[in-house]
């Protein structure tokens, strides 16, 4: 009986509360350092450096060069084209006819993430490049030329905020592995057609990546669009896209 009486004193220790919820939310924390404050601290140590010298980074000028080494009229064409499909703009078709599948589903919870994560990344770059102005590289005359500021990357930005969207999406199929391999290549070759086309410098899409990666996730990790169940073939719909989590519900009663 003893036993039993100190072994609940332990448990409503504050010692042992604190050690229980890290071991209950190891994984979420680890998602946090590594998904949302390590690209955040990257993406201010750019930012940092490039406000105070827009030059920036020594090793911007020879990536790019060394990029532009390689050119030749196929990889124009390539460069030219990922370019157009890699549009920021260009994702609101495919973004918008996701989100009206989504509505007509009553997938609330993925409709949220999406709306959320698209606007905040919109809204994220225009005010870092207008805050930045970052002119673009001139070291050759681009076959694509763009005048805005450079700092961070939209392309960079959107790549990134259209795989994240399509990944939470897919979390609970087989579909998230073919997301997550095509997504990546899809990313890495959208950053790479920015350099080629000599219109950004590799920080500029470092810090595109960088922001979009801490965005995206960290907006995860509180709407939480991996919270749902697949739709059942006798058409019932899923049940946490339409409610709130228990923690939601208990911080709406506190309110």
Wanted: overall charge positive; proline content about 5%.
């Amino acid at each position: 009986m003893e036993k039993v009486k100190k072994a609940n004193i332990e448990s409503q220790s504050p010692l042992s509360f604190l050690k229980n919820l890290l071991i209950a939310r190891w994984r979420s924390l680890l998602l946090l350092l590594i998904g949302v404050y390590l690209p955040l601290q990257i993406f201010e140590i750019l930012t940092v450096k490039i406000w105070e010298n827009q030059a920036g980074f020594s090793w911007d000028v020879p990536i790019l060069l060394a990029v532009h080494s390689r050119a030749n009229p196929q990889l124009d064409v390539l460069a030219v084209t990922l370019a157009r499909i890699g549009e920021p703009w260009a994702a609101i078709p495919i973004l918008g006819a996701i989100a009206l599948i989504l509505l007509l589903q009553k997938r609330w919870r993925s409709l949220a993430y999406l709306l959320t994560v698209s606007a905040g990344s919109v809204i994220i770059n225009r005010t870092a490049k207008e805050l930045m102005h970052r002119v673009r590289p001139q070291l050759w005359q681009s076959i694509a030329p763009e005048s805005s500021f450079a700092f961070p990357s939209g392309h960079a930005m959107a790549s990134i905020t259209v795989v994240a969207i399509l990944l939470f999406l897919t979390w609970d199929s087989s579909w998230r592995w073919l997301v997550l391999i095509f997504g990546s290549l899809y990313i890495i070759a959208i950053g790479w057609c920015r350099l080629y086309l000599g219109v950004h410098f590799p920080s500029d899409v470092l810090a595109g990546w960088m922001v979009a990666l801490g965005w995206t996730i960290g907006v995860s990790l509180i709407i939480k669009p991996y919270k749902t169940i697949a739709k059942s073939l006798d058409g019932d719909r899923p049940k946490d896209e339409t409610t709130l989590l228990p923690e939601e519900k208990e911080l709406i009663t506190k309110e």
